[in-house]
C-alpha cells in the first residue's frame, strides 16, 4: 500500500483540488492522510467531506513537522507527498508503484513535473532539469527533488530520518541532500506532477532562502552520512556552502546587518580553509 501525505496550511479550495487529483489516481490500493497545520479557515469543512480520508489535526508548526506527523500516522509500504498547493495526473501514483516493481532495489524515485506559475506555464531552464541516480553533486546548488513528485519506500525514510523540524523552509532540500548522498534517486521521465507557483504564501518567494540551505550544507558536511561523502561531493557541498555564503553576507551587508555578514564571512573561511588542508593532506 501506498501513504499518500499532504500537509496543508489555510489553503482550503487549492487543497480540495488536491485530494481531488489523489482520489482520481488509477491505482487503488492507497491511504490518504490529510494533515491540518493549525488551519483558520475552512479546512476542516473541506476535509468533513471526504469520510475515507485520515486525518491528523496539530497546532500550527509548519510544514516540516505536518508532513512527519503524515509519516507517523501512515501504514503504507511506500509514501508520496502531495504538497497542497500542486496536482497529480491520473497515474501518477500507477507509474511509480510499476517502477519499483521492475527495480525492487530502488528506494525513491521521482516524476517529472508541469510547472504552472499563475495558471500561465513555464519551461524550466536547463539548470532547472532533473536528473536520474547519484545526483548529490548537481543538488547542492539547487533543489532538484520535488516532494510532491517523490514516491519513496518507508525504510528509507526511516534510514535516513525525518524532516528537520527546526528548518521554517527549505527543509525538503535538507532530507534530498541526506538521500543522494548515499542513494541513487531515480527519474520516470513522464510529467505527473502539475506544480502550481506564484500565490502569495508560497515559502519558496520568501527572502533569505539561501540561509536555511546554508544550514543543511554544513549539517551535512559536520555530520556526514554513514560512510561519508565521497571527496567529490565533499568538494561539491563545501563549494555550494561558501558560494551561498558570499551571496548571502553580501545581501546582508546591503542591508546593514555586518555582523550577520561577519558570521557567514567567517564561515566560508572556515570551510575553505578545511577543505584546502584536506586536498593537501592527500597529496602527501
Given at each position: ?27 487503488r ?25 485520515q ?7 509548519g ?41 525492487p ?8 513535473e ?30 532538484l ?47 505527473l ?92
Amino acid at each position: 500500500m501506498v501513504s499518500v501525505i499532504i500537509p496543508s496550511y489555510n489553503r482550503s479550495q487549492m487543497l480540495r483540488e488536491a485530494i481531488k487529483s489523489v482520489v482520481s489516481q488509477d491505482f487503488r490500493d492507497f491511504e490518504l492522510v490529510v494533515v491540518d497545520d493549525g488551519s483558520t479557515d475552512d479546512t476542516h469543512a473541506v476535509l468533513e467531506t471526504y469520510p475515507e480520508i485520515q486525518i491528523v489535526s496539530q497546532e500550527h508548526r509548519g510544514v516540516s513537522t505536518a508532513r512527519n506527523a503524515g509519516v507517523r500516522a501512515a501504514h503504507g509500504d511506500f509514501l508520496a507527498f502531495l504538497d497542497s498547493d500542486d496536482l497529480w495526473r491520473p497515474s501518477k501514483l500507477s507509474a511509480q508503484v510499476a517502477f519499483f516493481k521492475k527495480n525492487p532495489a530502488a528506494g525513491i524515485c521521482q516524476t517529472e513535473e508541469i510547472w504552472l506559475r499563475n495558471g500561465v506555464r513555464l519551461n524550466p531552464a536547463k539548470r532547472h532539469r532533473k536528473g536520474s541516480g547519484m545526483i548529490f553533486e548537481r543538488s547542492v546548488e539547487l533543489c532538484l527533488v520535488s516532494p510532491s513528485a517523490v514516491m519513496m519506500r518507508r525504510t528509507l525514510f526511516d534510514e535516513v530520518g525525518p524532516f528537520d523540524e527546526s528548518m521554517p523552509a527549505c527543509e525538503d532540500y535538507d532530507l534530498w541532500l541526506r538521500i543522494s548522498s548515499r542513494f541513487p534517486i531515480h527519474l520516470i521521465n513522464s510529467p505527473l506532477v502539475i506544480k502550481r507557483g506564484g500565490h502569495a504564501d508560497q515559502l519558496s518567494k520568501h527572502t533569505g532562502l539561501d540561509r536555511f540551505r546554508i544550514y543543511a550544507l554544513r549539517k551535512i558536511l559536520e555530520s556526514p552520512p554513514p560512510g561519508g561523502l565521497t571527496r567529490a561531493q565533499r568538494i561539491a557541498a563545501v563549494k555550494a556552502l561558501t558560494t551561498k555564503c558570499a551571496i548571502y553576507a553580501a545581501g546582508c551587508l546591503k542591508r546593514g546587518h555586518d555582523h550577520e555578514a561577519g558570521t557567514y564571512l567567517q564561515l566560508k573561511a572556515r570551510f575553505e580553509g578545511e577543505l584546502r588542508q584536506e586536498l593537501l593532506d592527500e597529496q602527501e
